[in-house]
């Protein structure tokens, strides 16, 4: 860990978080990651009263909200922290999506829409999800979307097919990307919409199986149907037609928290890997740590995983300090370059684990599979280097 960007009032909280989630939230991986659903249950009952006991709670929030108040880039390095587990930030409330919703309406919600929605979600109340994606469209030019929300009264009446919307799953309410305004440039033609999942027209058609995951609660991605599904148009965030300029805003931030949550499974695969090849007997005299291949992939991993901590915490200062839209290149090199670390390190975590590494008795397996849509989701990869590449060379034309 790099103490360049660690503020004096940051070094007490990561101490103390450190301490949660190896006494209390690592304990429970033992349980199997099928069962996330009743490990949330544990952590509701008995690990999120300690953490607000402890005054902890609400990491991400404003001080205005009984929260930390802290920059991104501070939040970034206890997000690393809470990453070392993947119940880490359920624990802390500060999981994907509602973390990216809690921020988009604590920036552009209306008073009431805080209230109703944005207030319980930092309270742990509610749950939410938001659907962008849809099957029938590429994800990659989300201009291209079906979905419409037709102005009707004081009502918008969404249709549309959504997919791949994360923890829909028992959650209270999505954020709906939909077309409200057809005749405007492709940019300014889509709209956020607040709809509460109780609606009428809302349909949830199934979790998708991911990985052989097949998802539950929390840990899910449903495919969702609006039919002529009538919601207030008070509903609406912002303004008609922000929905691209808002979801930019949601998308930087999140791109930090994604890719430090990225940064503490590498600092947790690269420790299982060291200790295991510490302990692991090859022959009367040597362990696995005893070969130079094995040296080479704990150096490797440690360089890796530094530099892209550097990266990562720059772009959350730079956007801390001049907004994401001035630091998009940076946002594009981290969004490909950590997740392609991050699987060679679990990789070779899991090479060093030979069976047991494959197996579900460790919690690589889990990560291997769960993060492999990492290269794919708020971008793939190939969407990023394109970008990046373009703005390198048209600095140079
Ligand atoms: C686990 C998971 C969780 C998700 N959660 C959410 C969510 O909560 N809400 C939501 O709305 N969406 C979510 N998504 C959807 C995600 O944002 C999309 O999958 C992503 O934007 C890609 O869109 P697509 O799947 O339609 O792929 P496509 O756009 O069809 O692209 C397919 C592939 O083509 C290649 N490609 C695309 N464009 C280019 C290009 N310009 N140049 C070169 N190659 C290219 C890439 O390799 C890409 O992987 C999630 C996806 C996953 C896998």
């Given at each position: 860990m790099t103490d360049l960007f660690l503020t004096e009032r940051l070094k007490p909280i990561l101490e103390q978080i450190k301490t949660i989630i190896h006494e209390d939230i690592i304990p429970l991986e033992k349980n199997g990651m099928e069962y996330f659903n009743q490990i949330a249950e544990i952590i509701h009952?008995?690990?999120?009263?300690?953490?607000?006991?402890?005054?902890?709670?609400?990491?991400?929030?404003?001080?205005?909200?009984?929260?930390?108040?802290?920059?991104?880039?501070?939040?970034?390095?206890?997000?690393?922290?809470?990453?070392?587990?993947?119940?880490?930030?359920?624990?802390?409330n500060a999981q994907a999506p509602d973390i990216g919703n809690f921020e988009l309406l604590h920036q552009f919600g209306s008073t009431e829409q805080k209230q109703n929605f944005m207030l319980p979600l930092s309270k742990g109340e509610i749950r939410s999800c938001f659907a962008m994606t849809e099957p029938e469209f590429a994800g990659s030019n989300p201009v291209n979307l079906g979905t419409t929300a037709v102005a009707e009264g004081d009502f918008y009446v969404i249709n549309g097919h959504k997919w791949y919307c994360s923890s829909a799953d028992g959650a209270n309410f999505a954020i709906v990307m939909a077309i409200t305004n057809p005749e405007n440039p492709p940019h300014q033609r889509a709209s956020?919409?607040?709809?509460?999942?109780?609606t009428e027209g809302f349909e949830f058609v199934r979790n998708i199986s991911v990985m052989g995951e097949k998802g539950e609660g929390w840990m899910s991605h449903a495919e969702l149907r609006f039919v002529n599904c009538k919601v207030p148009k008070k509903n609406l965030i912002g303004e008609e037609g922000s929905g691209f300029s808002l979801a930019q805003h949601r998308l930087g931030p999140g791109r930090i928290h994604h890719t430090m949550r990225w940064i503490g499974i590498s600092e947790r695969a690269l420790e299982m890997m060291i200790k295991y090849a510490l302990s692991r007997k090859i022959s009367d005299t040597e362990t696995l740590s005893d070969k130079q291949v094995i040296q080479h992939w704990i150096a490797e991993s440690r360089a890796n995983i530094n530099s892209a901590r550097l990266m990562v915490l720059d772009t959350a200062r730079q956007i801390d300090q001049k907004g994401a839209s001035a630091v998009r290149n940076e946002i594009s090199a981290i969004k490909f370059f950590v997740p392609k670390i991050m699987h060679e390190i679990l990789d070779k975590a899991i090479q060093t684990h030979g069976?047991?590494?494959?197996?579900?008795?460790?919690?690589?397996?889990?990560?291997?599979?769960?993060?492999?849509?990492?290269?794919?989701?708020?971008?793939?990869?190939e969407v990023h280097k394109t970008a990046l590449a373009k703005s390198i060379l048209k600095s140079y034309k």
């Open positions: 009952k008995n690990i999120r009263p300690k953490i607000k006991e402890k005054g902890l709670w609400g990491l991400h929030l404003p001080q205005s909200l009984g929260g930390l108040g802290l920059t991104l880039c501070e939040f970034g390095q206890l997000s690393e922290i809470l990453a070392t587990s993947p119940f880490g930030h359920y624990a802390f956020m919409i607040i709809v509460p999942l109780e069976g047991l590494g494959v197996s579900d008795d460790t919690i690589l397996s889990h990560w291997w599979r769960h993060e492999r849509p990492s290269r794919i989701y708020d971008g793939a990869d």
